[in-house]
Each structure stands twice: as C-alpha cells, then as structure tokens.
C-alpha cells in the first residue's frame, strides 16, 4: 500500500521568511496530493491540492510541487505570517475507476512563525 | 448549512466499556472514513466506506467497528478490545469521485479513565 513520509516533524521561521515541508509518497500510482492545515483544537482543511498531471500550482503565497519521477512533493509558504502556525498535514491517494482512493496522511509538519 | 458533525466532542470512557461516536454529513458525500490522530502519528485510517451499506478496514483497524446504514451517517463503536483508545478521532467524507477533497468533521477526543 501507499506510504507518505514529511519532514520536518517541527519548523520554526521568522515572520516574513519563507517554510518549505517535504513529503514523499512509496506508490508510483498515486495521482492526487492534497495539502492540509490544521489549527490547535480545530478540524484539518485543505489549502491546496495538485493533480500527477500538473508539476506545480500556485494560490497567493502559498505553492505546491510535484516531481513525479522523484516521488515527491513540497508545500512552499511565502511571507510567512504568524497565522500560518499550525500543524501541516500531507497526503497522497490513488484514484481510478471514477472513484477516490483513501488518502494516505503523512505524519505531520508543526510550523511556527515568529513575530 | 452543510456540513459534516461529529459529536459528542468530548467523551469519557471507563476502561472495559464500548463507546460510539457519531458522524453525519449532509453533504451528498457517497464515502466517509474515520481516522484516528495521536501525537506525532498523523492521521491514520481505521475505516472507510465508500457507499452504504458497504464498507473496508484500514490501516489499524483491530478494536474498532463501524456501520453504514444511511449515506448520512457512520458511526465507529470503540471496543473493550481496542487497547490504547485515548486519541482524538476525526471523521471525513467526499464524493465518489475522482481527485475531491475530503472534508473533516470537529473531531471527538476520547478518554479512558
């Protein structure tokens, strides 16, 4: 089955820096990997999600990478801002037939920025 | 207002007893899955279910069970037989289709005392 692997498990930046959180994923197949972030206490919610067919997407200052070949993909924060501090989840799924495979979640990425 | 709802958002368990903590969606979502989150862990999947009346183990299944008798709602019962139940849960759901995001409940965190 699929396997997701992220690092750093902690990262601390300085407001305004730039925060890069790497995953890598052990199923060639899988085509979807969305980004999620969760705040103390409150639910996972998705950020930003690629798909095998595109190397990189980009919303605002936040940006996601793909290298298929590599089996890897990266989440890139921009002008971090305190508000950004949370828990960074990662995940890769395999779908096919029309219908959504399980997304596999790395094990997380705590990021801090400092003011 | 659509969403996803777990609930209760706390509970207690005394050890030997078997709890079950509800999820229901109104969101048209054909699949649901359940996951267990613990410090350092991420999310790992315990069930899933991709259209009623059906449904699959995942990753750390042993101790845990689930129905899904109605698309709205899939409960996932904690046994006696699950032997670290103290975790935050959170249950998921998306469409049966391809490349969708999931969306999570609020999570339940589950104590044994």
């Known amino acids: 089955g699929e396997n997701v692997e992220q690092h750093p498990s902690t990262l601390s930046v300085q407001e305004g820096d730039s925060a890069v959180i790497k995953c890598t994923y052990s199923?060639?197949?899988?085509?979807?990997f969305p980004w999620y972030k969760q705040e103390l206490g409150k639910r996972p919610q998705l950020i930003i999600d690629i798909r095998s067919n595109v190397g990189e997407k980009k919303d605002q200052r936040i940006a996601v990478t793909l290298n298929k070949t590599a089996k890897h993909f990266s989440l890139h924060i921009t002008e971090t801002q305190p508000e950004d501090s949370a828990v960074y989840f990662c995940a890769a799924s395999l779908n096919y037939g029309g219908s959504q495979g399980n997304l596999i979640f790395g094990k997380g990425t705590k990021l801090s920025v400092k003011p | 207002d659509g969403g996803i709802t777990q609930s209760p958002k706390y509970l207690f368990r005394k050890e030997g007893q078997n709890v079950t903590l509800s999820c229901e969606q109104n969101?048209?979502?054909?699949?649901m899955y359940w996951y267990r989150q613990d410090p350092g862990q991420g999310l790992r999947l315990i069930y899933y279910s991709q259209i009623v009346n059906d449904f699959q183990k995942g990753d750390i299944a042993e101790g845990y069970s689930v129905s899904r008798e109605k698309k709205e709602s899939f409960p996932l019962t904690v046994t006696s037989a699950q032997k670290n139940p103290t975790a935050f849960y959170l249950c998921a759901s998306s469409p049966r289709t391809r490349e969708t995001e999931a969306f999570f409940g609020q999570g339940t965190r589950l104590t044994v005392v």
């Open positions: 969101l048209n979502h054909d699949a």
């Open positions: 199923d060639s197949a899988s085509n979807y």
